[in-house]
């Protein structure tokens, strides 16, 4: 638990739009282990499909910037 | 069966964590991702595992196991996308780089790459 709050102090060092974006790739990957820890803490299973959803979005939003990134829109 | 999942887990954290170390300390986008995305992939598939392993009694597993399949089909894919665009948006390579094999075919230099 420690490691993920001082992954979340830690991440928000980004200079420019591809640093910020290879950060928020990381952090939400990070986001969907802590969702899971939460589950299992509170013995709440529904949370599992609240992490499984937060990836399919974290993939499809980071596909989306990257596009973007890349050549417009 | 408890003290197992939570020492998976725990080593799966501790990865995590040295991905985070690994974005702060790395000098290039590139690198950054480099490290930012294989300990955390890592990472995460210990940290499911440990989890399921250590709550074998909510019935959770399959879900866990999609959820990790599913992160270790996208990680790639998604690193690989940012990767890409970085390059051709004109990100320059830092100056202790030695080799750059995608602008090397671009120019159409020949190279052992």
Same mark, same amino acid.
């Given at each position: ?73 | ?63 866990? !196991?999609?959820?990790?399949? !599913? ?43």
């Amino acid at each position: 638990m420690a490691a993920f709050l001082i992954f979340c102090k830690l991440d928000h060092k980004g200079h420019s739009q591809r640093n910020r974006a290879v950060a928020m790739d990381t952090m939400t990957i990070a986001g969907i282990s802590f969702i899971v820890f939460l589950s299992a803490y509170l013995k709440r299973i529904i949370y599992v499909d609240v992490a499984i959803v937060y990836a399919i979005i974290s993939f499809v939003g980071i596909v989306a910037i990257a596009r973007y990134l890349e050549r417009g829109l | 069966m408890e003290l197992l999942g939570s020492i998976i887990a725990l080593i799966g954290s501790l990865f995590i964590f040295l991905g985070a170390v690994g974005i702060l300390r790395m000098p290039d986008v590139y690198n950054r991702m480099q490290a930012g995305t294989k300990a955390t992939t890592l990472g995460s598939i210990l940290t499911l595992t440990g989890i399921a392993i250590g709550h074998m009694f909510c019935g959770c597993g399959l879900k866990v !196991f999609a959820l990790i399949m !599913f992160i270790v089909f996208t990680n790639p894919i998604s690193s690989h996308a940012l990767a890409r665009a970085a390059h051709f948006a004109g990100i320059k390579l830092t100056d202790k780089t030695v080799k750059d094999c995608l602008a090397q075919d671009e120019a159409e230099i020949e190279g052992d790459c």
